[in-house]
Structures are given as structure tokens and as C-alpha cells.
């Protein structure tokens, strides 16, 4: 399987905080001395990236997130897949190729998991003691397997290199005790709240171990995602078989808890209606290009009870031409929520997203 893929994500300027481990299981991901490699040029590194195969392998990842959220409601769950994107979590994620994949969402009082073997797809809450069980078509990518690693993180990265990013090389790095080249990408547009993209590559296999994304003028990152330990070698099978436990209940299957933002034009229902009542629009549209993008898409009533949702609802309210709403604003991203049931979010200063709301 390849490791890049060519096609640009929705919310693509806020991968940090899509991405989407355990509160309690902070793992830091501390910094070693860099090893001596070969010099390799920031065309070479790219061109690597393009050509590698993401291989099995398994490992744990953390992920770190300071985005400046307020708290995220936890739905009195010990651990929970729409976690990934506050604070310091951990995974286990096992891959044996597109269609056998599992990770396990790591906490203190318990684990969440989701299996893909060819076509089941089981998720399990050990808090809970409950799972969920669906089958989908052979060989289809699903979405819903996606996960916060450093490989999807690269990818949503790597899509928007081009004329609107300056590409180079800073050293190298040593990153879950092996040896990689450090591969900057920093927006050239001043308007981006993104001041730069490091990832680390494998100086071996070409695959990125860890992406970190820096605000503008920030000396630490505010999103990063990295192995920790990591094996190249493929996972065994067991590791993809799950059979409930004596005990456990089947909870209603409303898809499953990752890889989707409540926002994910996939997953809109062409029928649903704002916060006031009125018809929304179905059509989703991005504004503007490369770094400064802002995705513009609607919601619906379904986002009151979601965790994004929750979350904006408490926020300061504005207005403009365009209508009114909740705005959050970070240092990564903005993001408005209209009552009109339209989301606007990109790596840009609250007034690019009015401007784009606007837009007609």
C-alpha cells in the first residue's frame, strides 16, 4: 500500500485536531541525540516518502494535543475514541495490511478497541463491556478505520505541498530507537496560523514516525503523533480475531467512534435541518487554497449531541453578515459553528472564516 496518497482530506489545514489515545497514559515523546546519517535532500526525502510500501508492522503511538480546546465532555467513559484531540494519549496499533487492522485505545480504567478483519469491523469498550459488529464490502478503504497515526498525519501534510509551501531538511532524528531525517514543510502564506510541519522519516523503510505541527512562532508543537516503540514485522493473526466476552452486550452500532469528525461531508444526511429550523444546505465547499483553506460544511441538528458540538456550544458568540454563532479560536485553528447548522474551520484567523461563510 502505498504510504502518500494524492488525494487532499477534507480539513485538511486542521489535521492536528482530527487526529484523532488514553488520558493516563501520557507517554512523553523525549527527544534523543541525533544519529549520523547520510545527507539527503528535501526532494530526495519526498521522493522516498512517494515510493515507500507501508509494510505490517505494529507499535505504540502517542499523541500529544495542546490546541487550546476547552475540556472535552468524556460521556462518563473511561476511554473513548473521539478523545483524540486534547491531551497527552496512547495507542496500540497492530497492521496487517488494508483490511486487517486494530487499535486499542489505552486508559487507566480501561480500553477501547476496533478490529477490521477483511470484513468485519468490531469495536469494544471495555469500560462498558460492550461492542458493536458490521460488515462492509471486500477490499473497500473504509474511512472509519483511519486513526491517528504518524503515517495519516503525514499524508494530510504532504497534500497540500506545492507552490504554497516551502519544503527542506533540518538534521535528523532518533525516534523510537531508529534513526530518521527530519522533513520540514512550512506554509509560505503569513495568513496561516501554521508556522511549520516536521516529520521524521525512516532513514530505513522511508515511512514517517512522527509528525509534529508548530503554530507561528512557537517554540514547541502543538500537535504531535509518534511512535514510541515500533516493530516491522507482521502482527500475528490473533491479534485481528475477536470474540466477545462471556458477559458483554451488543450496543446499537451508530458507526464507528473514529476516524470520522461529526463534520465529515460523508456522513451528512441530505435532509437535515439547522439549529433554527431552516432546510441546510447539503453542499459542502472549501475556500481558498493550500495552507489557509477553510472547509465550510453542514451539520445539522445531530451536532448538538456530539462531542464537537458540546464543545462549541459553550463558546462566545458572533456575527456578521453571514449570520451568527460560536467561534472558537486557537492557536492551530478557528473554527465557527452557525446556527444556521454550517461549520467553518481552517488553519486561519477568525476573519478568514467570516470571509468564507460569506462567500456565496
Known sequence: MAVLSARARWLVPVVAAAAVAATGGALALAASAAPALPPKSAAQLLTDLQRANLTPFSGTIVQTASLGLPALPKNGKATDLTDLVSGSNTLRLWYGGPDKVRVALLGTLGESDVIRNGRDVWTWDSNQNSYTHQSIDPGKKDSETRVGTPQQAAEDALALVGRSTTVTTDGTAQVAHRKAYELVLSPKDSRSLVGQVRIAV??????????????????????????????????????????????????????????????????????SVGQRGEAVSTASKV?????????????????????????????????????TGRLFSGPLFSAVLTDDGRLAVGAVAPELIYQALGHK
Open 287 to 323: 475556500i481558498g487554497e493550500g495552507w489557509t483553506k477553510v472547509a465550510v460544511v453542514p451539520v445539522g441538528e445531530d451536532l448538538d449531541a456530539s462531542t464537537l458540538g458540546a464543545v462549541l456550544s459553550g463558546l462566545p458568540r458572533v456575527s456578521g453578515p453571514w449570520g
Open 202 to 271: 525512516d532513514a530505513e523503510l522511508s515511512v514517517p514516525l512522527r509528525v509534529r505541527v508548530f503554530a507561528r512562532n512557537a517554540a514547541k508543537p502543538s500537535f504531535e503523533v509518534g511512535f514510541t516503540q515500533v516493530s516491522f514485522s507482521a502482527p500475528g493473526g490473533e491479534h485481528f480475531t475477536f470474540t466477545p466476552p462471556r458477559g458483554s452486550h451488543q450496543a446499537k452500532s451508530g458507526g464507528l467512534p473514529i476516524g470520522r469528525l461529526p463534520v465529515d461531508p460523508g456522513q451528512l444526511d441530505p435532509n
